[in-house]
């Protein structure tokens, strides 16, 4: 880490004051019981203007056997469900090069939930939830380099 990165533990009993709403997950990866999630934008909103950086969403004691994502055949709204279901560590081997974009983020307990658009070259987006369940701390590593 340098000088201008910053770490942001996340508090559940506060407002987060950063948004991933937008924000394309470019590569996730699971060591020491720790999923991190690579995103090419983590937005805040200070004194009237809106910064992005790139940075990394870190999930503590995370446990993948409780983790999964949902992927649609196609995008909400369009049509009858007809997807299908892995585990993450099933999702992460299979979807190495796809980008998953979230829409909407929701903080509950010890459960994280995204859903958004799951993008693979030359095809359409199809909608996608991401469920992350981790029983230790939630921390935005976030370089501000990139702004």
């Not at 974009?101 to 859903?115: K, P, V």
Request: charged share 30%; with cysteine.
């Amino acid at each position: 880490m340098n000088e201008n990165d910053k770490n942001f533990k996340f508090d559940k009993n506060k407002n987060l004051t950063y948004s991933l709403h937008d924000s394309r997950v470019k590569e996730i990866k699971f060591h020491n019981k720790t999923l991190t999630l690579k995103v090419d934008s983590i937005f805040e909103y200070v004194d009237g203007e809106t910064h992005s950086y790139q940075g990394k969403i870190c999930f503590k004691d995370c446990d993948l056997d409780l983790c999964d994502i949902l992927i649609f055949n196609k995008t909400l709204g369009k049509g009858y469900f007809n997807g299908k279901a892995f585990y993450l560590e099933e999702f992460m081997e299979k979807y190495k090069n796809a980008e998953f974009e979230i829409i909407t983020e929701g903080y509950y307990g010890n459960s994280t939930t995204y859903m958004g658009w799951l993008w693979e070259e030359g095809k359409e987006p199809v909608s996608a939830i991401l469920y992350i369940w981790n029983s230790g701390e939630m921390e935005y590593l976030i370089n501000k380099e990139n702004t």
